[in-house]
């Protein structure tokens, strides 16, 4: 079984301010790990992916994740948030190497970016 | 302009009716899902398909089918066994492979008058 915690309902940053988003997750083998961003009434949009080498992985808008095997962690980062990062935010895990498995999606964390 | 298109984008269901959800894709796509949304939950997997004539539940199948006739389309029924079907509906595509991210639709709110 495989699954996805994301230990914060809410995040609040100030514009300009590093934000970080939680995930961690559990799965039987090694995962494929990703982070997705939803604005109001729309569908998600995919931010960036973790596969295999580098364990920091750089996205769109500026966010990059970092995979940390040990604490089984795959944390969203920006290092300056802006307004318009205000979105709810998911962290997504399917097992690698699985033949066809589907995406395990985790309950998402609202971030708000105050001007 | 590719993409995937779900219609309509509001519906309301009376009790004991049911309601079809439309999601057309023009990526090429072999694989097919659909998610239902409520608030605090995240994202729950209903039924996916990897190809055309095929498809599989997910883990909150009661209360809803699917077909996939054309690799383009992937309907999705709620039926009036679900009893609680008030939500934001996503379907999503993606290419075959594990590692492929997925394209969504922009949703159907589902609503019970």
């Known amino acids: 079984a495989q699954s996805v915690a994301q230990p914060e309902d809410q995040v609040n940053v100030a514009e300009g301010n590093p934000l970080t988003v939680k995930c961690t997750y559990s799965?039987?083998?090694?995962?494929?790990l990703f982070w997705y961003v939803q604005y109001p009434n729309r569908g998600l949009q995919f931010l960036l992916k973790y596969i295999t080498g580098d364990n920091l992985v750089k996205g769109s808008y500026g966010f990059e994740a970092e995979f940390n095997k040990s604490q089984t962690s795959f944390h969203l980062k920006k290092p300056s948030a802006l307004v318009s990062d205000s979105a709810l935010y998911f962290c997504?895990?399917?097992?690698?190497?699985?033949?066809?498995?589907?995406?395990?999606f985790g309950k998402g964390t609202m971030l708000l970016v105050s001007p | 302009d590719g993409g995937i298109t779900q219609s309509p984008k509001y519906l309301f269901r009376k009790e004991g009716q049911n309601v079809t959800l439309s999601c057309e894709q023009n990526l090429n796509h072999d694989a097919m899902y659909w998610y239902r949304q409520d608030p605090g939950q995240g994202l729950r997997l209903i039924y996916y398909?990897?190809?055309?004539?095929?498809?599989q539940k997910g883990d909150i199948a009661e209360g809803y089918s699917v077909s996939r006739e054309k690799k383009e389309s992937f309907p999705l029924t709620v039926t009036s066994a679900q009893k609680n079907p008030t939500a934001f509906y996503l379907c999503?595509?993606?290419?075959?492979?594990?590692?492929?991210?997925?394209?969504f639709g922009s949703g159907t709110q589902l609503s019970v008058l």
């Open positions: 398909s990897q190809i055309v004539n095929d498809f």
């Open positions: 999503a595509s993606s290419t075959a492979g594990a590692n492929e991210k997925l394209f």
């Open positions: 997504a895990v399917k097992m690698m190497n699985s033949g066809y498995s589907t995406l395990t």
């Open positions: 799965v039987s083998g090694n995962p494929y």
